[in-house]
């Protein structure tokens, strides 16, 4: 064996000696934790109380000159996400046909429009015949912005509506409005925000 290879053999005998000592005393502090049972979940929004069917008012026999007050109705957020409220509003009129033609929501009109408490009619532009007054009929198709609910059990969680109105009289006879009737649906939904 040559000098080359003796030398060659004596730098890889010591190389490896050295990587074993090494790694025979080399060390290092670890720690291993585990998170298990993580989940996703959806949040949820139901609007209450649950209205499917159920009529906010029944005003029978009403006469030119009556008013009329829905009292106060009140909806909230029985969902753990906050929401946008509004109301949609679909009016629909059926005609007696008794002593000439004429439908109750064109002369119906509504007097206020309450959201917690607070007048809110004039917040929206509803008299789109610039009568001074909003009619019944100016309520069909229009959809109203009612605010945010928070989730349950925070503060702004649910709203309080009531709607006030009147038939007026018109100071003469306005028999083209009996057995006339109008009604109106309204259809609430909360969106996620």
Do not use: C, H
């Amino acid at each position: 064996m040559g000098i080359k290879k003796k030398l060659g053999l004596g730098v890889a005998s010591l190389a490896m000696g050295a990587a074993l000592v090494g790694g025979g005393t080399f060390a290092y502090f670890n720690d291993t934790e585990s998170s298990t049972g993580n989940t996703f979940a959806a949040g949820t929004i139901d609007l209450k109380p649950e209205l499917t069917g159920s009529a906010l008012w029944n005003l029978p026999n009403q006469q030119p000159g009556a008013t009329f007050d829905t009292g106060t109705q009140t909806l909230s957020n029985d969902g753990t996400l906050p929401g946008d409220l509004t109301m949609d509003l679909t009016v629909a009129d059926t005609d007696g046909a008794i002593n000439g033609t004429g439908v109750l929501s064109d002369v119906i009109e509504i007097t206020g429009l309450y959201i917690n408490g607070t007048e809110s009619l004039s917040t929206f532009t509803l008299d789109s015949d610039s009568s001074g007054a909003v009619e019944l009929k100016e309520l069909n198709g229009a959809k109203l912005d009612l605010g945010s609910l928070a989730a349950k059990g925070s503060a702004g969680d649910s709203v309080t509506l009531r709607v006030t109105g009147e038939f007026p009289d018109s100071g003469s006879p306005q028999n083209q409005y009996q057995k006339d009737s109008v009604a109106v649906d309204f259809t609430f939904e909360l969106k996620q925000q």
